[in-house]
């Protein structure tokens, strides 16, 4: 081809890919295929990989996993597929001492083929793959900068002209026989599923845009030995390096922001969950009308508040926090803290009228002149809160009834969290516990506000437990990129802030990954959440 020897290796590794699934399917042994599965993954991998990242010195990396593929095929009953298979994958691996034949690696990966499909004659089968190594070479004469291009030919599908007729099937089979034998197989098996596709990273880590994690972990398989990696076994090969692939998607893996439409939280600086500064949240209408009435409520709500023991404990409770949503300067107030404490006292003036009417004796009912009291507070802040339009849109609020099982799903995941947040107050400043005790006063009771706050409530956990995994990723991800005395001072810094929440999370792990299953679907967040707990437990 007039092309550097570069491309020839790559050639070759793609010409091991497609054999690969035939040797793992043909012999009749599930000894064989559980002993040196390994080996032939090892080799095709480290070969993809020296093509993927020519500027990387993979050789004594290559060098050995030529040589384990010798091995494991002189140690074993060799049938022409398994001869053709490993001579393939060797001569992709040790790229720095053989060379590729082109007619004897293809012709090995069309009898190869021939012999599982059972074709009447080689001829369909060799046409097939002719095609696909033709369609290699073609892709190599339009390069035109052919020093590091190379590797482009490793981001394209396996069979870019089509597999061999039954081919698709032959891996399925073989796929099913790797899993059946051991399921930490899977690792391997979705990575030869991304080569049949092309995709350019080798293993699946969403978030990982510059593929240094990616890169990251075929430099560790390359640098790691026979007697403290590879002799170890399948299993445990298979499980350290799901593992790594887990820790890289932890790192990575991109985290849900804050939901706008509910109160943001962050972690503080002392390491507790918290609520974001007033300039992240949305403030109320500011005009005339609305600056006067907010007055008038405050009055209204500080007069009751006077009565003292009289109010209750739960009309007491809901009307001092209504007050401290409620400041002073109106600038400094916020809209959602409010609402959500509005709607508490909606519920207990509802809670109230029903007891009243019913004639019998309750809890629920309150001293008339409480009652009036409480009344008129709520007559001038539904007004109030008609004229503004956040607290408006949320007074609007309604789950439609095709959501309404996965909203109450939400609910029941989180509600352990917050139980558990409530037994460890340290981890929480003050206003949050106060927000998640409130959110506790306002469950579903049958009202008509319970929309509005199932809603609300579903949202503060969304932010609360992505501000907490946020944080929290940002201490391990530090340490983990410190060396030397920058780690120390990093894991004693972690000491100081982290790790009480880090603590928290660790001891009630498995909630939040039921959580962030339920809540976050879309997002893998269980790999995070493992590795926080691996490192607080």
Not at 460 to 481: D, S
């Amino acid at each position: 081809m007039g092309r550097p020897r570069q491309f020839g290796q790559v050639i070759a590794a793609r010409a091991a890919l497609r054999v690969l699934p035939f040797a793992l399917i043909k012999p009749a042994h599930d000894d064989w295929v559980s002993d040196c599965s390994l080996t032939l993954f090892r080799a095709t991998t480290i070969s993809w990989a020296s093509s993927n990242f020519p500027a990387q010195d993979m050789k004594r990396a290559a060098d050995a996993a030529a040589n384990a593929a010798v091995k494991a095929a002189f140690n074993v009953d060799i049938n022409f597929i398994i001869s053709a298979a490993t001579t393939a994958v060797c001569n992709a691996a040790s790229s720095a001492s053989h060379k590729t034949k082109k007619s004897y690696v293809v012709h090995a990966v069309a009898r190869a083929a021939d012999a599982i499909v059972n074709n009447s004659g080689s001829v369909a089968v060799d046409a097939a793959v002719w095609n696909n190594f033709t369609a290699d070479c073609d892709s190599f004469t339009t390069l035109t900068a052919p020093v590091n291009d190379a590797q482009l030919l490793t981001l394209e599908p396996l069979w870019p002209r089509g597999a061999p007729k039954g081919c698709d099937k032959v891996w399925q089979d073989a796929k099913a026989r790797l899993l059946a034998l051991d399921p930490s197989n899977k690792v391997w098996t979705e990575w030869y599923d991304r080569r049949i596709e092309g995709h350019d990273a080798a293993f699946d880590i969403p978030g990982d845009t510059d593929r240094s994690e990616d890169k990251a972990i075929l430099v560790r398989l390359a640098d790691a030995t026979d007697e403290d990696f590879w002799d170890k076994g399948a299993t445990y090969v298979n499980t350290t390096l799901q593992g790594w692939i887990d820790e890289a998607r932890a790192r990575v893996a991109p985290l849900p922001e804050q939901d706008p439409a509910a109160i943001t939280y962050g972690v503080n600086d002392r390491g507790q969950l918290d609520r974001l500064p007033a300039h992240d949240q949305k403030h109320l209408r500011d005009i005339p009308d609305q600056l006067f009435l907010y007055g008038r409520i405050r009055e209204a709500a500080f007069d009751l508040l006077g009565d003292g023991q009289r109010l209750g404990v739960p009309l007491s409770r809901a009307l001092s926090r209504f007050a401290v949503a409620m400041p002073e300067d109106f600038a400094a107030a916020l809209a959602l803290p409010i609402w959500a404490e509005g709607i508490i006292l909606r519920r207990l003036y509802r809670a109230h009228r029903i007891a009243f009417e019913s004639k019998e004796l309750s809890s629920d009912q309150l001293e008339p002149v409480i009652a009036e009291g409480l009344g008129g507070l709520l007559d001038l802040y539904n007004h109030f809160a008609f004229g503004d339009d956040g607290l408006r849109a949320k007074d609007e609020t309604t789950i439609p009834p095709q959501e309404r099982a996965s909203a109450e799903a939400e609910a029941e995941a989180a509600a352990p969290i917050a139980a558990a947040l409530l037994k460890t107050l340290e981890v929480a400043t003050d206003i949050v516990i106060d927000d998640i005790t409130s959110e506790v006063d306002a469950r579903p009771d049958g009202s008509p506000y319970d929309d509005q706050a199932r809603d609300h409530t579903n949202r503060n956990w969304r932010n609360r437990v992505a501000a907490i995994l946020t944080g929290l990723r940002k201490a391990v991800v530090g340490v983990g990129k410190q060396t030397g005395g920058a780690a120390y001072g990093a894991i004693v810094g972690i000491m100081i802030t982290e790790t009480t929440l880090g603590k928290f999370v660790a001891t009630n792990a498995q909630a939040f990954i039921t959580y962030a299953n339920t809540a976050f679907p879309t997002y893998k967040l269980a790999p995070l959440i493992e590795m926080i707990a691996r490192m607080f437990s």
